[in-house]
């Protein structure tokens, strides 16, 4: 099981990594079983960013973060977030021209206004957290991120026959995917319960809402729409996290 995992890491972060032959289809499948995992490592290098920084200056080590964040996965995500945001809004509602306009490879208007839009609001939310919040919740927003991602590609068609994407979701297993995030949220369960629920409770919905769009428009997802879902979730997590706080008076 060694490969799958490193080929989930090579592919999730940029972390150099030099495999001794390329992935076989099977190993592509599995490797999808440890996105939360990649997840998880994800969040414990933000949480080192921050506890190094925080003590310098709380909003420094906010930027910090989320500097580090969009190091570690390559704008990976973001990107997605941008050509999806470009297709959805230039599609006007048609799939095909939707699908044409996000293998376009330059970001549009839309694109780059989301992701000031998000980059902004995930620097805002760190600072938050870091102000009032023990730092170690930042592990929470990427292991749910790569976990929506991998629950969405187990309950949707791909509709694109060719590329990365398509062999992912072939290969997957999807009684696997369903153990895995059973298992992450059982362990978030224990390790916060109330706020566990609370973050649960928002991300299935969240789930449904954005499989019900692309169905809709799509009839399917792509690569594009599961990077955007990982960005939207990490970014609402965090909000959600200060939220649940505020919430409580705490």
């Not at 699908?99 to 330059?106: H, T, Y």
């Not at 362990?187 to 919905?205: D, K, N, R, S």
């Amino acid at each position: 099981m060694l490969r799958p995992f490193l080929i989930a890491l090579q592919f999730l972060t940029r972390i150099p990594l030099a495999l001794n032959s390329t992935p076989r289809e099977g190993e592509m499948g599995r490797s999808l079983l440890f996105y939360p995992l990649i997840g998880l490592l994800i969040g414990v290098l933000l949480v080192i960013t921050a506890t190094l920084s925080r003590d310098i200056n709380l909003f420094l080590s906010a930027a910090l973060v989320v500097t580090v964040w969009v190091i570690i996965t390559g704008g990976l995500h973001l990107d997605g977030l941008a050509d999806t945001a470009d297709a959805w809004i230039g599609g006007m509602g048609s799939k095909a021209q939707t699908l044409k306009i996000m293998k376009d490879p330059a970001s549009g208007p839309m694109g780059v206004l989301n992701l000031v839009l998000l980059i902004q609001l995930k620097t805002a939310a760190v600072y938050t957290l870091l102000s009032l919040y023990p730092v170690y919740y930042l592990i929470i927003p990427p292991v749910l991120g790569r976990g929506m991602a991998i629950l969405l590609l187990a309950t949707i068609p791909y509709v694109r026959e060719a590329g990365l994407g398509y062999t992912l979701s072939r290969e997957l297993s999807k009684e696997k995917i369903w153990l895995v995030n059973i298992a992450s949220g059982l362990l978030l369960v224990l390790a916060a319960p109330a706020l566990a629920v609370y973050l649960i409770l928002f991300c299935a919905g969240l789930l449904l809402l954005w499989r019900h769009l692309l169905l809709k428009r799509l009839a399917g997802c792509t690569g594009d729409t599961v990077g955007a879902l990982i960005e939207i979730t990490e970014v609402s997590v965090l909000i959600n996290i200060v939220l649940f706080f505020y919430l409580l008076g705490l």
